[in-house]
């Protein structure tokens, strides 16, 4: 079945970019929406935005002026660049998938998430 | 943003009884694309119910999803010790995608 498993660093300065990666295995990369989602310390979780296997993408507007998702389909990889970090984006940051394409969607699979801390 | 607000935020119960949880939006959530989410420390977050009271694949039937507008509930019946866990409610009908708060559910 379908997994996805994020990478990148768990520790990045404050005013760096944190980049990450959601590598997809086992199944279609295409006609999906594919999402970062972040859930910081004793906070619920915040969808940060989506990318379509097209390349389009959607972010959430409190996120949206640091944030640039985008998609190596020939790497079956999609990757999240969040800059100007702050202590606020520490979190847990997870990578999922819409259950299906062509109308709105919950997110029917999630990787396990990596920790991310933001601190000098 | 629409924003979702769960209730209560702990609930503690033991095996074997029944756990309702709620989730309010500050306005209706688009043909009711509203979606349930189970958490547990160190493991994927897990779609349990989509679209109000969709069960989704592998979701034991002890699981049922109900509502419309803007109030839906999660209901657990029999709680088995694998439930007790923290829950989301999550609405995908608006963008930006909002969650809930979450309601824990412990073991009393």
């Given at each position: 079945q379908v997994q996805l498993q994020e990478s990148g660093p768990g520790l990045v300065k404050p005013s760096e970019t944190l980049s990450?990666?959601?590598t997809v295995s086992g199944g279609s990369f295409s006609s999906y929406y594919w999402s970062w989602i972040r859930q910081s310390p004793g906070k619920g979780l915040e969808w940060i935005g989506y990318v379509y296997y097209s390349g389009s993408t959607n972010y959430n507007p409190s996120l949206e002026?640091?944030?640039t998702i985008s998609i190596d389909t020939s790497k079956n990889q999609f990757s999240l660049k969040l800059t100007s970090l702050t202590a606020a984006d520490?979190?847990?940051y997870y990578c999922g998938r819409d259950q299906h394409s062509g109308r709105p969607a919950a997110f029917e699979i999630w990787g396990l998430g990596t920790m991310v801390t933001v601190s000098s | 943003e629409i924003v979702l607000t769960q209730s209560p935020g702990t609930l503690s119960l033991?095996?074997?009884?029944r756990a309702t949880l709620s989730c309010r939006a500050s306005q209706s959530v688009s043909s009711n694309y509203l979606a349930w989410y189970q958490l547990k420390p160190g493991q994927a977050p897990r779609l349990l119910i989509y679209d109000a009271s969709n069960r989704a694949?592998?979701?034991?039937?002890r699981f049922s999803g109900s509502g419309s507008g803007t109030d839906f509930t999660l209901t657990?019946?029999?709680l088995?010790?694998?439930d007790f866990a923290v829950?989301?409610?999550q609405q995908y009908g608006r963008s930006p995608r909002t969650f809930g708060q979450g309601t824990k559910v412990e073991i009393k």
């Open positions: 990450l990666t959601c002026s640091r944030v520490t979190a847990v | 033991s095996p074997g009884e694949t592998g979701t034991p039937d657990i019946n029999r088995e010790p694998e829950y989301f409610c």
